[in-house]
């Protein structure tokens, strides 16, 4: 057992709102010139510097603030081609529709494995570097029984937060038989699926006619449910529909975009805040040209709200959760507190896990280090790479 402990950090968030003698004006549990001990990947002490209790090695971060790791709750980072055309066709006024999903799904089925792990690998990699210490994997650029457990099996090597997506879109194969796609889904794709997934997730989307609509989408997660996993759902992203009252029917963890909210869509998620979380991803809307979803007014309504990439290739090919905080304050009327609960506490919740998010004594040493004396300057240098995960040795990674 080998314990090290962190000093000179100017201002520790730590999210942990029974922190004694923090600053909890806003939600963030601030301490000034606090200190950390991190012992065997766990967090075994959080305090005063002055108070800090001796440990094996130290480590001083050099006046700089400390934050939890991000934890970046919707990815599709299983993939392999190219789809910067289509990104720059929406730039000139083309719509997006869920359709550009095919293009991966055949040049990610005609990649090798090692090929897979390795672009696999540098994503996480950049993720990393920005500060994110948790990730959720999403299959989905399968769509058959042997590519979708590929897809799982590769993700699974660098999370554990796997989630099954077969039901991403309708494949082309399959474009005129509908129903037995979603048979094949919740029969023999699932099954094979369910070992290396913790969750599953559907794209229930009216508004698009490779999605699923809302009684295939309730199938296809009853379906996951019976088979052990979670439930997530992405929703309500290109307009009004059922996805949020489906997510809160089904008791889903999350349901994601949430861009086009009825006033009882909002009334369903406030009274189902405990349970289901509205993880917002506005790189998406950024990058489709869309507008965005209105955090201010799901915040004051009482919502769970988190932040999320959702990089992928087709709609944000952003792995940066600094990008989406800062879009998150300037184009959604979040506060810089807010937004950065959001995407550490509030995502953790969206993946129903307490061990990470906040720091407090227990959970996993998941730090990250912004280069500055305060958190707030993630907001104020846009663009600038200030935050990065301290690695699992306790090094300040340069
Ligand atoms: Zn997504």
Same mark, same amino acid.
């Given at each position: 057992?080998?314990?090290?402990?962190?000093?000179?950090?100017?201002?520790?968030?730590?999210?942990?709102?029974?922190?004694?003698?923090?600053?909890?004006?806003?939600?963030?549990?601030?301490?000034?010139?606090?200190?950390?001990?991190?012992?065997?990947?766990?967090?075994?002490?959080?305090?005063?510097?002055?108070?800090?209790?001796?440990?094996?090695?130290?480590?001083?971060?050099?006046?700089?603030?400390?934050?939890?790791?991000?934890?970046?709750?919707?990815?599709?980072?299983?993939?392999?081609?190219?789809?910067?055309?289509?990104?720059?066709?929406?730039?000139?006024?083309?719509?997006?529709?869920?359709?550009?999903?095919?293009?991966?799904?055949?040049?990610?089925? !005609? $990649? %090798?494995? +090692?090929?897979?792990? #390795? /672009?696999?690998?540098?994503?996480?990699?950049?993720?990393?570097?920005? =500060?994110?210490?948790?990730?959720?994997?999403?299959?989905?650029?399968?769509?058959?029984?042997?590519?979708?457990?590929?897809?799982?099996?590769?993700?699974?090597?660098?999370?554990?937060?796997?989630?099954?997506?077969?039901?991403?879109?309708?494949?082309?194969?399959?474009?005129?038989?509908?129903?037995?796609?979603?048979?094949?889904?919740?029969?023999?794709?699932?099954?094979?699926?369910?070992?290396?997934?913790?969750?599953?997730?559907?794209?229930?989307?009216?508004?698009?006619?490779?999605?699923?609509?809302?009684?295939?989408?309730?199938?296809?997660? !009853? $379906? %996951?449910? +019976?088979?052990?996993? #979670? /439930?997530?759902?992405?929703?309500?992203?290109?307009?009004?529909?059922? =996805?949020?009252?489906?997510?809160?029917?089904?008791?889903?963890?999350?349901?994601?975009?949430?861009?086009?909210?009825?006033?009882?869509?909002?009334?369903?998620?406030?009274?189902?805040?405990?349970?289901?979380?509205?993880?917002?991803?506005?790189?998406?809307?950024?990058?489709?040209?869309?507008?965005?979803?209105?955090?201010?007014?799901?915040?004051?309504?009482?919502?769970?709200?988190?932040?999320?990439?959702?990089?992928?290739?087709?709609?944000?090919?952003?792995?940066?959760?600094?990008?989406?905080?800062?879009?998150?304050?300037?184009?959604?009327?979040?506060?810089?507190?807010?937004?950065?609960?959001?995407?550490?506490?509030?995502?953790?919740?969206?993946?129903?896990?307490?061990?990470?998010?906040?720091?407090?004594?227990?959970?996993?040493?998941?730090?990250?280090?912004?280069?500055?004396?305060?958190?707030?300057?993630?907001?104020?240098?846009?663009?600038?790479?200030?935050?990065?995960?301290?690695?699992?040795?306790?090094?300040?990674?340069?």
């Amino acid at each position: 057992m080998t314990s090290i402990v962190f000093t000179g950090i100017a201002e520790l968030v730590t999210n942990d709102s029974l922190l004694e003698g923090a600053d909890h004006s806003e939600s963030l549990g601030l301490l000034a010139e606090a200190a950390v001990v991190v012992e065997d990947g766990l967090i075994a002490w959080v305090g005063p510097a002055a108070q800090a209790p001796p440990a094996d090695g130290q480590q001083d971060v050099g006046g700089r603030a400390v934050i939890p790791g991000f934890v970046d709750s919707h990815s599709h980072l299983v993939f392999a081609g190219d789809r910067s055309r289509e990104f720059a066709a929406r730039m000139t006024g083309v719509r997006y529709d869920g359709g550009g999903i095919s293009a991966t799904v055949s040049a990610t089925r !005609s $990649a %090798g494995d +090692d090929e897979l792990r #390795g /672009l696999l690998a540098a994503r996480v990699a950049e993720m990393r570097a920005q =500060g994110t210490s948790t990730v959720e994997i999403k299959s989905g650029y399968g769509l058959n029984v042997q590519d979708e457990v590929r897809a799982l099996r590769i993700a699974a090597e660098f999370t554990s937060e796997t989630t099954f997506l077969g039901a991403h879109v309708v494949p082309p194969e399959f474009a005129d038989r509908r129903s037995d796609y979603v048979d094949l889904v919740i029969g023999e794709m699932l099954a094979a699926c369910a070992p290396h997934a913790r969750w599953i997730d559907v794209f229930c989307e009216p508004n698009s006619p490779h999605a699923f609509t809302e009684d295939e989408a309730r199938l296809v997660l !009853s $379906a %996951g449910r +019976d088979a052990g996993l #979670g /439930l997530r759902l992405h929703g309500n992203q290109l307009g009004h529909g059922p =996805g949020v009252r489906l997510a809160v029917e089904l008791g889903a963890a999350s349901v994601d975009h949430c861009t086009f909210l009825s006033a009882e869509d909002v009334a369903q998620l406030a009274a189902a805040a405990d349970s289901t979380v509205a993880t917002l991803l506005p790189g998406v809307e950024f990058s489709t040209r869309s507008p965005y979803p209105d955090a201010r007014h799901l915040l004051d309504a009482g919502v769970s709200v988190a932040l999320a990439t959702d990089c992928n290739p087709g709609t944000c090919y952003s792995s940066s959760i600094p990008f989406v905080l800062a879009l998150a304050v300037r184009e959604m009327g979040m506060t810089p507190a807010e937004a950065l609960f959001a995407a550490t506490a509030g995502s953790a919740k969206a993946l129903r896990r307490g061990d990470i998010g906040v720091i407090r004594v227990g959970n996993r040493s998941d730090l990250t280090v912004v280069e500055a004396p305060s958190y707030m300057h993630l907001f104020y240098r846009p663009g600038v790479p200030i935050a990065r995960s301290l690695d699992p040795a306790g090094r300040h990674r340069r």
